[in-house]
């Protein structure tokens, strides 16, 4: 049974840091694409970040490009999200996904397969 858990959230003021993590279970990461979605209330998911399976290839969404990173860690089968200089408009629960290596669009809701349960970030001014 594959399982995606991620923790790390909480309740920061903007500016602050915060970094999330994913552990995975039943699949071995360095097989598959990962990334990250978000979703605020009242929102759709969107697309925060994804890594390729072999690291080469990092994308993110434009509103976090320059304060998050997304990295791995295929011997401990985790992911990981630096969040720094955080904004109240990044207050969501964030999603960690896992999906073939052959993914086409990593920015696409459709393509990934297993997903963890959330962890709320919450950015307060």
């Known amino acids: 049974q594959v399982r995606l858990v991620e923790s790390g959230g909480g309740l920061v003021q903007a500016g602050d840091s915060l970094r999330l993590s994913c552990a995975a279970s039943?699949?071995?990461?360095?097989?598959?694409?990962m990334a990250w979605f978000r979703q605020a209330p009242g929102k759709e998911r969107e697309f925060v970040a994804a890594i390729s399976p072999s690291d080469v290839y990092r994308d993110y969404a434009g509103s976090v490009h320059d304060r998050f990173t997304i990295s791995k860690n295929n011997r401990k089968n985790t992911m990981a999200l630096q969040m720094n200089v955080l904004k109240q408009e990044d207050t969501a629960v964030y999603y960690c996904a896992a999906g073939p290596s052959t993914i086409i669009n990593p920015r696409a809701n459709t393509d990934w397969v297993y997903w963890g349960q959330g962890t709320q970030v919450t950015v307060s001014s």
């Open positions: 039943g699949i071995t990461l360095g097989g598959y694409y």
